[in-house]
Structure formats: C-alpha cells, structure tokens
Nanobody
C-alpha cells in the first residue's frame, strides 16, 4: 500500500535550521508532483512548496528564500531544507503526492483541478523565539 513517512522534525531556536525527509513507497514516486504542507494549531492546512517531475519548484511567499525542496527519485525520497526558521513556522509538516497542476498560489493554496492523492502522517516542527 502507499506510504509516505516523514522524519527530521524537532525543536529548534529561531534562526536555526532543520531538514525534513519523506520516504515514499507503494506507488510510482517519480511520476508525481510532490510537496510539503503544514498545519499550525487552530489554522487550516496550507501548502509550503511543491516540486514537479522535472524538478520545477514553487513556494509559498511565507517561506520563499528560506526553504528549499528537493527530491531523489532513485531513493524515492523527498526533502525540505528549512533555514532561518521563525516562530511562525511552528506546525505539523506533511509530505504529499499531488495530481493536477504542480503549482501553489503565493498564499500556499493548490490551483483548482489539483488535489493531494496521498498524505504522510506528519512530523512536528517547533521553533522557539
């Protein structure tokens, strides 16, 4: 069955860095747009960044210039390098496989006609100021 397993979350001080990983199995990983979403307490889940099958990337404005997404198709693994972390980055971070357009709006929403096909279970990131 399909599995997306995130790792690498934790607690860090503001200004610090973390690297998240997502190991995928049970489907053709290289054929999917992959991405990271996050959900803070009391807020809706939002898109952070996506990476296409051709390695094209898109970022929400809130993380642009600080976060970098990458993928290793040989290892079926997705990564998120997070630098210059802020307290407002505190959230549960989810790995996802997306169908449709591999794009995010500046606010971090998927375009109409796109949807998440598979979700991971999430990894917590906590940034203290």
């Amino acid at each position: 069955q399909v599995q997306l397993v995130e790792s690498g979350g934790g607690s860090v001080q503001a200004g610090g860095s973390l690297r998240l990983s997502c190991a995928a199995s049970g489907y053709t990983y290289s054929s999917y747009c992959m991405g990271w979403f996050r959900q803070a307490p009391g807020k809706e889940r939002e898109g952070v960044t996506l990476i296409g099958t051709n390695d094209g990337t898109t970022y929400a404005d809130s993380v642009k210039g600080r976060f970098t997404i990458s993928r290793d198709n040989a290892k079926n693994t997705l990564y998120l390098q997070m630098n210059s972390l802020k307290a407002e980055d505190t959230a549960m971070y989810y790995c996802a496989a997306v169908s449709g357009f591999c794009l995010l709006t500046r606010a971090g929403s998927l375009l109409s006609g796109s949807k998440v096909e598979y979700w991971g279970q999430g990894t917590q990131v906590t940034v203290s100021s």
